[in-house]
């Protein structure tokens, strides 16, 4: 009976896919250029926190819960900057771009290693430098389309 | 049709009562790029009243493509927007495509996952 249910319902229900609806294949550095930002910007703002004086409780609460959220944010964006670079490096690079970029995987290796400092750390030189190696990950992606794809930040 | 989460148990009551007020709507999912979550053909109940929070599976209109309706995970939040994906990323397009969604194009989080109970001979 249930089953029966089931089917009258399935005739009603609105279909949402979760396939593949346009050509797979599709990758862009871009999803990793953006969450790197976010990193870089949230490190930043870590470093501009003052800290306000400590007996005054209310600004004390504020402070730490715009650190923490801070904090979160930086992490959060660290590791999907991680998988967005590792899925271009997995996914897209064959082994003829390896030959024509020798060292591509010590760019990726390095790139995945500065997320990992970048989400532990909260240094801005890192964060900077995090920016580019995904710049120079755009510039080869880009070269192996044959494309001339300007380094364009979202965040100026 | 068995519920595939414990959890979601314990919310039936709740959510049959907000489908029936019109704050829930049912969708019947098809392709696999939510695997091993959600499969083709399972009716999943919507939450229309509520954000989708990072970690949920969502339901959107798809931001470049009118029309179509995506079943995702949702990976992260900004402002006013979400960031889409696929739980097996080979399979599926998302935010990695189409970019962030703004806010007004999802329908919100699943509630409610609903399996077919197949017979043992079907």
């Known amino acids: ?156 | 049709m068995i519920p595939v989460a414990l959890k979601q148990r314990r919310r039936l009551p709740r959510d049959l009562i907000a489908w029936a007020l019109g704050r829930r709507r049912l969708f019947k999912v098809q392709g696999e790029s939510m695997a091993p979550q959600l499969r083709p053909g399972d009716l999943v109940l919507v939450d229309l009243r509520t954000a989708a929070r990072p970690g949920s599976i969502a339901v959107s209109r798809h931001p470049v493509k009118p029309g179509t309706t995506v079943i995702k995970r949702v990976l992260s939040r900004g402002e006013h927007t979400v960031w889409l994906g696929s739980d097996d990323p080979l399979v599926g397009t998302d935010s990695r495509h189409f970019g962030s969604v703004p806010d007004r194009l999802v329908y919100g989080p699943v509630r409610q996952i609903w399996r077919r109970h197949s017979p043992p001979n079907a």
């Not at chain 1, 005054?56 to 964006?77: C, F, G, L, P, W």
């Not at chain 1, 995904?134 to 364009?152: A, L, M, P």
Request: include cysteine; proline fraction near 4%.
């Open chain 1, 1 to 156: 009976m249930l089953n029966q249910i089931f089917d009258k319902l399935s005739d009603k229900a609105t279909e949402a896919e979760a396939h593949c609806d346009g050509p797979c294949g599709i990758y862009d550095p871009a999803s990793a250029r953006v969450a790197g930002e976010a990193v870089r910007s949230m490190t930043k703002k870590l470093l501009a926190l003052t800290p306000p004086d400590s007996s005054d409780a209310e600004a004390m609460v504020r402070y730490h819960n715009t650190m923490s959220r801070y904090i979160a944010i930086k992490e959060e964006q660290a590791e999907i900057t991680k998988r967005e670079l590792l899925i271009l490096w997995t996914d897209y690079f064959k082994p003829p771009h390896l030959a024509k970029y020798p060292d591509l995987h010590t760019i990726f290796w390095e790139a995945a290693k500065l997320c990992s400092s970048c989400k532990v750390e909260v240094s801005a030189q890192h964060a900077d430098e995090l920016m580019a190696t995904i710049e120079k990950i755009h510039g080869i992606f880009w070269e192996t389309k044959g494309r001339e794809v300007t380094w364009t930040l979202a965040g100026g």
